[in-house]
């Protein structure tokens, strides 16, 4: 392939990719705002008209807002390709390091910092204008910026060393380095698995052991019936950041614990709680989770071995705006525009993705009716779909393309027809 013909390869996936978003979420808008005035039925008797408007006004500020995002990455991706951004950075961190691995680790930091940075003031607008405009954020601006030094401090300590190493296996492991570099990525991402609930997750919250006895003889009952092992059973401080409710089980092996936010046990009644925590553990039971760690390991497979062909490609740089260097690696520029650019490329797949995942909800949902009552779990949906506003009224479409989980009125009809 020459180098102009990949320019106007990602150029035209790049223009579609947005037009398709622009018109995904004008339909997504149009649907709501038809919706607005009128509670759907199903709902009448359960969600307010006031909370229904809060859930169409605050699902269409997202929608503006993520439409500004994506004009902004745009602008980003294109500013560090075509118009010579990664260019500069490169030459710039060669004359201050020279070559080796401090310059790649440089170029990977430096690149790292400015997207950070470039990020950051529209993060602040998320939590603090937007989260806070429909009652939702509880973050203070200190804890906000703690936060942002501790994840920064994580990902400089974990993220430079998975590149570190994997700058070296592409320079040192000749043409197989894209295998062993996936064998190093699986064994990361099982590590994190076991570390991130047992020592990352504790840096950001508190989680403090259930104390509610009959709640946890409920919970330990239901766990005995579906013959679920868990390390513990904790409540976390999801309050001190927002106002939205969650519940969910992470780790592996001996490291799993349930975990609820504080916010969930008190707007949920037991039952109802119990119905919420079976879905969840349908998705360990009917290896959703083992699932999907599958198709992400096959598919970082894939990946890595295209980056292994392409990083030898001179129009895959050029094309993309960047000169390779001459008598330097060049593998750390590799990293970085494939990562930039594999979004623009992948972008039309995310129907299989939604659609993959939306099978899963529908899953776990008949497998918690199986263990509780399939009322319980409907009243709890409600209740966190008017909490969390999520709309009742998505447009089919956009939900396709972007919902991990199905429409409330698709999902809880499934349900009652169980």
């Known amino acids: 392939m020459s180098s102009l013909a990949f320019t106007v390869l990602f150029i035209s996936f790049l223009l579609i990719s947005l037009v398709v978003r622009f018109w995904l979420a004008?339909?997504?808008i149009r649907h709501i705002l038809v919706n607005r005035a009128t509670v759907p039925a199903q709902f009448s008797g359960q969600i307010s008209?006031?909370?229904h408007q809060k859930a169409?006004?605050?699902?269409?500020?997202?929608?503006?807002f993520s439409l500004f995002i994506v004009l902004l990455n745009a602008a980003v991706l294109i500013g560090f390709t075509l118009m010579g951004g990664l260019q500069w950075l490169a030459s710039a961190s060669f004359d201050i390091f020279g070559d080796g691995w401090r310059y790649q680790l440089g170029l990977v930091l430096a690149f790292a910092l400015i997207s950070g940075l470039v990020e950051l003031p529209f993060d602040y607008f998320r939590q603090?204008?937007?989260?806070?405009?429909?009652?939702?954020?509880?973050?203070?601006p200190a804890l906000f910026f703690t936060d942002l030094f501790k994840s920064t401090v994580l990902s400089l300590a974990l993220g430079l060393s998975l590149v570190w190493v994997t700058l070296i296996l592409m320079e040192k492991a000749g043409a197989l380095w894209w295998l062993y570099a996936w064998v190093l990525w699986c064994g990361f991402q099982m590590l994190m698995l076991v570390l991130v609930p047992l020592f990352i997750a504790?840096?950001?919250n508190k989680f403090k052991p259930l104390e509610d006895e009959s709640l946890r003889t409920r919970i330990e009952n239901l766990m005995q019936r579906i013959g679920f092992a868990s390390s513990g059973l904790f409540v976390m401080d999801g309050s001190r950041r927002s106002a939205h409710g969650n519940a969910y089980f992470s780790g592996f092996g001996a490291a799993k614990r349930i975990v609820f936010f504080d916010t969930l046990l008190e707007r949920l009644a037991p039952h109802e709680?119990?119905?919420?925590?079976?879905?969840e553990l349908g998705h360990f039971k009917l290896k959703h989770i083992v699932k999907r760690i599958a198709v992400m390991f096959a598919s970082s497979l894939v990946l890595l071995a295209l980056l292994g062909y392409l990083k030898s490609q001179a129009w895959f740089y050029t094309g993309l705006g960047v000169e390779p260097m001459m008598g330097a690696s060049n593998d750390a520029m590799a990293l970085i525009l494939f990562a930039l650019v594999l979004p623009v490329f992948s972008f039309l797949l995310s129907p299989l993705t939604s659609l993959s995942s939306r099978k899963h909800e529908f899953e776990a949902d008949a497998f918690a009716a199986k263990y509780t009552n399939s009322q319980d779990l409907v009243s709890a949906l409600v209740k966190l779909y008017e909490d969390n506003a999520s709309t009742l009224t998505p447009d089919p479409l956009h939900s396709a393309f972007y919902d991990s989980h199905p429409p409330a009125s698709v999902r809880i009809n499934k349900l009652l027809a169980i």
């Open 49 to 51: 008209l006031e909370a």
């Open 56 to 64: 169409a006004d605050y699902s269409i500020a997202k929608t503006k």
């Open 128 to 140: 603090f204008v937007l989260e806070a405009r429909f009652g939702f954020n509880r973050m203070s």
């Open 26 to 28: 004008s339909r997504h």
């Open 273 to 279: 709680i119990e119905a919420v925590l079976a879905h």
């Open 202 to 204: 504790p840096m950001f």
